[in-house]
């Protein structure tokens, strides 16, 4: 059981109201083990802050809310002056988000140290890139054909030769010299970004995939059969030497700890047994589920430090929405 005391200084009101929740098992794994839940009610956290704040929205709806940082215990520390944000994602080193409007169609730049706000424009599609390095984003524009392009922070863009997709770019990474795209067809194509741009391999059959955070490793979901999917860890330079890892009807929301030492997913498969939030070890295979609720919608974000996880969640209710995060923490 975790107790949190109030933070000096912060702005307690309004608060989201902070629970406790018993995890779901003792379960342990190599190094891993489930220390605790806790849930904030009325806030949707979307990232995390260097010093392990929260950056999200508090309230019944995402719609027109301020972007603002809040610590563990729910008390708020500051806005960003945002308003609208539905999403975010951090640059590597920390300074800065890419932040994303659903309802505007729109992405800005926020830097967290000046709190400077630049726009990009009303073309990007939500969070389908990522970030290149600590100062330039990959984007896919929302076009007929879809497009890469990579924001500078400073919001100059800059187009990216990729091989023409005919049926839309669903995912794209930047990472190690190496471009990968995911498309509507699933699939996925990987290009080295030197010399031509020529292929380096591509698997058939992806509807999701994730990189380890130093691009040695490449954890995808692959379809082998109607209702059956499986997750496997493969060789993200070659491709190949395929591991796989779990199976389920449904599996999605892969996240890799920041050391790249373990992977969280969520699967949902009550026939073989499996279905909930897990957490596994990259090298041993072995894992533990966090949660018995797939929450195969949102995302898995990890915390700076690795050692906890958050997923924010909207329920439409008859009058308000009903918002809230849950903080994995392990240890």
Known sequence: MFLFAAAPGCDRSPSPSVTVVDPPAAGTGVNTVLAGIQRLDQFYGMGWSPEGELIGISGASLAGAPLE????AGDKIRDTGIKGATGLQMAPDGKNAWVYHRYEGTADF???ESGRITRTGPQSRELSGAWVDDKSYLAVLAE???RLVRFGIDGEMTPVEHENVESGIVKAVFKAGRLYVLSGERELTVTETGGG?????????????????????????????PDQSVLVLADAV???????????????QLSWSPDGSRVAFSVFSPDQGMTGLYVMNADSGRMIPVSYKPNLKS??????????FMVSEVLSGDITDNMFTTIYQLK
């Open 299 to 308: 995302v898995i974000d990890w915390s700076p430090a690795g050692t906890s």
């Open 197 to 225: 741009g020529a292929r380096a391999w591509t698997r058939s059959g992806v509807s999701d995939f994730a990189l380890s955070p130093d691009g040695r490793q490449i954890a995808l979901v692959s379809g082998t059969e």
């Open 144 to 146: 007929q054909k879809s």
């Open 110 to 112: 926020y830097n967290l």
């Open 238 to 252: 070659r491709g190949g030497s395929e591991k796989t890892a779990a199976r389920g009807r449904l599996l999605g």
């Open 69 to 72: 940082f809040r610590n563990l």
